[in-house]
């Protein structure tokens, strides 16, 4: 069964700083690995999908990597803003277009 | 750009009532999905469906049905509702496999 682990479950920082989220899987047979962003009361909003060929996606000031031999991603974030503080969710999709989610990295970037 | 539309927002009900949740998309997409989200449990999918008149279970089916009789709408039912699922329901979409799936804002659901 493929397990979705997100490391840290929380993470406060000044503005600017630029930061990582990291997450991690147990099964490497994936079609692709998704971050997604999610405001408090709000659904989730896509920001990068990276294909499982692919090493990395980069969106503006967001670039993730992907090792899926290793199991693993990272989401960086360049020059934070009070504006990205939101929940940030990676998912695994695998077979049967079936997406696979972490918990979350709960992130508060302070003024 | 109306995306996933889910209705309703807000619902309470009793333990062995039922109810409907709605979802509609405007994109065209083929695949959707229904997820209920919990502390502690992140995000699970319930149902999701590969097209028009097509359904399938996915990790926590059980107390729920599904509809997809038109390509635009995912129905989730609950037949007699239990306290267990008290959750915040989100329905998504994505035109195929391999392409992001787009989520509506979510159904918070009560059971008393």
């Known amino acids: 069964k493929q397990e979705v682990t997100q490391i840290p479950a929380a993470l406060s920082v000044p503005e600017g700083e630029n930061l990582v989220l990291n997450c991690s899987f147990t099964?490497?047979?994936?079609?692709?690995l998704q971050w997604f962003r999610q405001d408090p009361g709000k659904g989730l909003t896509s920001l990068l999908l990276?294909?499982?060929?692919?090493r990395e996606q980069t969106s503006g000031r967001l670039n993730a990597s992907l090792d899926k031999s290793s199991g693993r991603s990272t989401l960086y974030i360049a020059a934070s803003q009070p504006g990205d503080s939101a929940t940030y969710l990676c998912?695994?999709?695998?077979?049967?277009?079936?997406?696979?989610f972490g918990e979350g990295t709960q992130l508060t970037v302070n003024p | 750009n109306a995306g996933v539309t889910q209705t309703p927002k807000f619902r309470v009900l009793k333990t062995g009532q039922s109810m409907t949740l709605l979802c509609a998309q405007d994109?065209?997409?083929?695949?959707m999905y229904w997820y209920r989200q919990d502390p502690g449990m992140g995000l699970r999918l319930i149902h999701y469906?590969?097209?028009?008149?097509?359904?399938a279970k996915g990790e926590v089916p059980d107390g729920y049905n599904v509809s997809r009789l038109k390509k635009q709408n995912f129905l989730l039912g609950l037949e007699s509702a239990a306290p267990s699922q008290t959750s915040v329901y989100f329905c998504?979409?994505?035109?195929?496999?391999?392409?992001?799936?787009?989520f509506g804002d979510g159904t918070r659901l009560s059971i008393l």
């Open positions: 998504a979409s994505s035109y195929e496999i391999n392409q992001p799936q787009h």
């Open positions: 099964d490497s047979a994936i079609y692709n």
């Open positions: 990276i294909q499982s060929s692919q």
């Open positions: 998912a695994v999709e695998t077979s049967g277009s079936r997406l696979t």
């Open positions: 994109m065209n997409h083929e695949y």
């Open positions: 469906s590969v097209g028009e008149g097509t359904t």
